[in-house]
């Protein structure tokens, strides 16, 4: 199992940048690809971008490429997801999730607010 703790999240105007943390505990996160999806109000839980345990393959969800970056340090067992260019449409909370073994973990999400 691993635990999930996101931070960094906040109010930004239209343009700006944030970047959210997603700190784990436990063994398995050197080992587990680690992925960031978003939930807006009254919408369904969407994929945003993934990232291999070794950091040398990712993937982002068409809305955000160009404009968003994962990245990890698994010797610090941490994600990250940078964010640039944000748009109110960006308005979310942003979960960070692990797979270990098949199973998904999550954190509890942290709160990202674009204004325009």
């Known amino acids: 199992q691993v635990q999930l703790v996101e931070s960094g999240g906040g109010l930004v105007q239209a343009g700006g940048s944030l970047r959210l943390s997603c700190a784990a505990s436990g063994r398995a996160f050197s080992t587990s690809p680690m992925g960031w999806y978003r939930q807006a109000p009254g919408k369904e839980r969407e994929f945003v971008a993934t990232?291999?345990?070794?950091?040398?393959?990712?993937y982002y969800a068409d809305s955000v490429k160009g404009r968003f970056t994962i990245s990890r340090d698994n010797a610090k067992n941490t994600v990250y997801l940078q964010m640039s260019s944000l748009k109110p449409e960006d308005t979310a909370v942003y979960y960070c999730?692990?797979?270990?073994?098949?199973?998904?973990?999550w954190g509890q999400g942290t709160q990202v607010t674009v204004s325009s």
């Open positions: 999730k692990a797979t270990v073994n098949g199973n998904s973990n």
């Open positions: 990232i291999s345990s070794s950091g040398s393959t990712k």
